[in-house]
C-alpha cells in the first residue's frame, strides 16, 4: 500500500514555464494539502480540498492552480513559474474526523 | 510576529540527556496543538497531539499552557534515533488551517 505518491520527486526548470506536480492517494481520505517548505519559513499551506470538486485557498495561494477532480489525486500546477518558487512542496491528506495529516515524501523544484 | 515561533536550534545533547523544546502560538483562539518529527530531507510525521491537560508516550511528554499561549515537548532519555527537526503546529478554528512552526532542530551525541 503506497498511501501518499508524489511525482516528479525532483524537478528542475525553468521561469516561465508551465510545471505540475502530482499527488495520488490510495486510502480516500477526504483533505487533500499542498504545503511549501522553505528554510526559516516552515511549511505553509498553498491550497487545500475537502473532496472532490472542493478546492480553497490557504496561505499562499497566488501562482498556483489546483483541481480535484477524482478523491486520490491533488495536481498542484504551476502556470508560469518563478525563481521564488523553488521549494520543496509537500502533499498531504486527512480523514474528515481526524486532525493528523499524512504527508508525501515530497518533490524538490527548483527554477532557474 | 510570526503565528508560532520556535527555538531554531540546533539543541546538541548527550544521548541519555533531558531535552525540552518550546512554541508559542499568537492566536489565542487556536484549538488543537501538535508535535510532528521531520527527518532530514523526509516528511513531517506527526509524534503526538498535545492535549489541555498534558500527555505522555513513552520517553515523550507534551503539554500545553493556554493562558501563556506555549507549549513543550520533553524528551526524556534521549537517543540517537531522536535526531530530528521538530515541527510545532497549531490548528487555528477546528477548520484545515493548521500552522506549522519554522522547527527546531535536535542532534543527540553519541
Known amino acids: 500500500d503506497a498511501g501518499i505518491t508524489q511525482s516528479p520527486r525532483y524537478k528542475i526548470t525553468e521561469t516561465g514555464r508551465q510545471v505540475t506536480l502530482m499527488c495520488h492517494q490510495t486510502w480516500s481520505h477526504s483533505y487533500m494539502f499542498w504545503y511549501r517548505q522553505d528554510l526559516g519559513h516552515g511549511l505553509r499551506l498553498i491550497y487545500y480540498?475537502?473532496?472532490?470538486?472542493?478546492?480553497d485557498k490557504g496561505e499562499v495561494p497566488d501562482g498556483y492552480v489546483v483541481s480535484r477532480s477524482k478523491t486520490e489525486n491533488f495536481p498542484l500546477t504551476l502556470e508560469s513559474a518563478t525563481r521564488s518558487q523553488t521549494s520543496v512542496y509537500f502533499c498531504?491528506?486527512?480523514?474528515?474526523?481526524?486532525?493528523?495529516?499524512?504527508f508525501g515524501p515530497g518533490t524538490r523544484l527548483t527554477v532557474l | 510576529r510570526k503565528e508560532v515561533e520556535q527555538d531554531p536550534g540546533p539543541f546538541n545533547v548527550p544521548e541519555g540527556a533531558t531535552v525540552a523544546f518550546n512554541c508559542t502560538y499568537s492566536?489565542?483562539?487556536?484549538?488543537?496543538f501538535f508535535w510532528y518529527r521531520q527527518d532530514c530531507r523526509k516528511e513531517p510525521k506527526l509524534l503526538m497531539s498535545?492535549?489541555?491537560s498534558g500527555n505522555e508516550d513513552g520517553r515523550f511528554t507534551a503539554q500545553l499552557n493556554r493562558a501563556s499561549q506555549y507549549i513543550s515537548l520533553l524528551i526524556r532519555d534521549s537517543k540517537l534515533s531522536d535526531s530530528a527537526t521538530y515541527l510545532c503546529v497549531v490548528n487555528i478554528d477546528y477548520g484545515q488551517n493548521f500552522v506549522f512552526g519554522p522547527g527546531t532542530r535536535l542532534s543527540v551525541l553519541p
Open positions: 498531504a491528506t486527512k480523514f474528515a474526523g481526524n486532525n493528523e495529516q499524512f
Open positions: 480540498s475537502a473532496a472532490a470538486d472542493i478546492t
Open positions: 492566536n489565542s483562539a487556536s484549538q488543537s
Open positions: 498535545v492535549y489541555s
